[in-house]
Each structure stands twice: as structure tokens, then as C-alpha cells.
């Protein structure tokens, strides 16, 4: 247990002092303000929408923005875009050492093989949750500050919403990480998990899901089981009242039950097998 702890704090340091973090955090942060707040609200004060706002009134649109949106705009990106910035956090934390030649150092320096993986995803969901917690402070510090200077009531979604959402929230994003993550360790390598993936995220899964709702329903059953199609049903399970439109990727395609379920066990299983390879791989060529 201890080499498990010692390897979490380092990983930790080395995530704390590499810049790609912070990219991925500014890059999520600024995805989450532009489209959930920037946008919505420049519309609002132009009055004339545009093709982004699917048409939404200047009341939806403001209403889009307010503390009581705050779990939406928090987690409505997870399912796509900001999953994509997860999914490359994770490869870099467990394909780094592949591709630096240094995993061989590693182990050499006495940890077992099962406590500097599992240390690299313990770090990976320690981490992906203080970057949700960020984009939680951020997002409610806009809606805040939006709703001072519109002269508008101040009304913060439950307890229990909140910590659906941002559970919820929690676990797609540390879906989306262990997944690289397992990629990285399957391929040994960084760069070639993170374009599968991102191209997996953002073109494969909507073509299936675009066929499958139109020419071909015979793909549903597959459909119902992607990963960014679950993760989608889940978050849109717990949102609060919606004002507009859901957000892109959030969609009931499953119950929320069936979400949790199925984005659960994407983590599990791809959390073993990085376990289960990392523990038996030949680490000498």
C-alpha cells in the first residue's frame, strides 16, 4: 500500500508540473465559458441570436447563463469535447513512461508493476476530479457575475443536483481518462491513443449514432451501448430543468440507470486491464 501512495504523490507532482495539464485544464475551461456562457450571452445582449443558438429566445438564451444552469454548463460537454481533453490526459499520464524509455527505471527502483499503474490511475481520478471542481468554480463564478449585472435572482440548483451532476459528471470524465489510459498501455505509446481516440469521440461514435437514429436502426442496439452515448444519457439524466436546448452529445438515448451502469463499467474494465497488462507485459524490448 505504500508504494501505491508513494507512486499517486508522484504522479501527481509530475501532473502538477507538466504543462500539458494546464493546457488540457485551459483548453476545458475556455470550451466550458465560451459555449456556455460567452456565446449565449452575446447573442442575449445583440439581440439577434445566432446560428449557435438554435434559434433560442433572448430569454432562454440569459436564462441559459443564470446559477441555476450552473450543473449544465458544468458537465454538458463532458460526453464530447471535454471527455476528448480526459481521454488525452490519460494517455499522456500511462504512455508517457512508454514512449521516454523511462518504465524500466521505474520498476527498478522497487515498486511492484500493479502499484505504479494503479498509482498512475489513482493520480488520474484525483486529478480529473480537481479539474471538475475547477470547472464548477469557474462556471458558477460567470453565471454569478452575469446574473449581478442583469439584475437577476440568484437561485443555486439543490444539493442533490449538485452532487448528481457533478458525480455523475466525475465518473464519465474518469471513463473517458482510464480509457486512454488502457490505450496508451495497449499500444505503448501516447500519440497514436490520442488520435484513435479523439477521432473515436467526435466522428465515429456521431456517424453511428446518425445512422442508427435514420437509415439504419438496426445498429441501435450498438449505438446504445458507445461509451459517448451512455455517458450523454447519463449526464442528461441528472441535469436540473433545462432552459434551451440539451447540450451537443447529451441526449436520453438509454436511461439513466443503464448510463451509470454501462460508464461504470467502461472504467472497471478498462481500469483492470491496464492492471492486468502492465502486471504481465514484457517491459525489457
Known amino acids: 500500500m505504500s ?27 475556455t470550451l466550458n465559458q ?35 444552469q450552473v450543473v449544465t454548463n458544468t458537465t454538458g460537454a463532458f460526453p464530447v469535447f471535454t471527455g ?25 527502483q522497487g515498486p511492484r508493476r500493479t502499484s505504479v499503474f494503479g498509482g498512475q490511475l489513482v ?4 486529478a480529473v476530479g480537481a479539474g471538475v471542481l475547477t470547472l464548477f468554480v469557474t462556471c458558477a463564478a460567470s453565471s454569478f457575475a ?18 448528481a451532476g457533478l458525480g455523475s459528471g466525475w465518473l464519465v470524465m474518469t471513463m473517458w481518462a482510464s480509457l486512454g489510459a488502457v490505450f ?4 505503448r505509446s501516447v500519440a497514436l491513443p490520442i488520435g484513435l481516440g479523439v477521432v473515436w469521440i467526435l466522428g465515429i461514435e456521431n456517424l453511428v ?12 442496439p450498438l449505438r446504445d451501448v458507445l461509451p459517448g452515448v451512455t455517458s450523454g444519457s447519463l449526464i442528461s439524466s441528472v441535469l436540473p430543468a433545462q432552459v434551451g436546448p440539451l447540450p451537443p452529445g447529451v441526449q436520453s438515448a438509454v436511461s439513466g440507470g443503464r448510463g451509470l451502469a454501462t460508464v461504470a463499467g467502461y472504467a472497471v474494465v478498462a481500469t483492470l486491464a ?9 517491459v525489457a524490448a
Open 84 to 108: 476528448a481533453l480526459a481521454l488525452v490526459l490519460g494517455a499522456l499520464v500511462a504512455g508517457t513512461e512508454f514512449t521516454g524509455g523511462t518504465l524500466k527505471t521505474v520498476l527498478t
Open 274 to 282: 491496464v492492471l492486468v497488462v502492465g502486471r504481465r507485459r514484457d
Open 34 to 68: 465560451a459555449f456556455g456562457f460567452v456565446i449565449p450571452y452575446l447573442s442575449f445582449k445583440n439581440g439577434s441570436g445566432c446560428a449557435m443558438t438554435d434559434g433560442q429566445t433572448g430569454a432562454q438564451l440569459l436564462g441559459s447563463t443564470l446559477p441555476d
Open 123 to 126: 493520480a488520474l481520478v484525483i
Open 184 to 187: 496508451a498501455v495497449l499500444l
Open 209 to 220: 449514432s446518425a445512422v442508427a437514429r435514420t437509415s439504419l436502426t438496426a445498429l441501435q
Open 146 to 163: 452575469i446574473a449581478q449585472v442583469e439584475d437577476q435572482a440568484v437561485v443555486w440548483p439543490s444539493v442533490a443536483d449538485l452532487a
Open 3 to 29: 508504494d501505491l501512495v508513494n507512486v499517486t504523490r508522484a504522479e501527481l507532482a509530475k501532473l502538477a508540473r507538466r504543462p500539458a495539464t494546464w493546457v488540457l485544464l485551459a483548453a476545458a475551461v
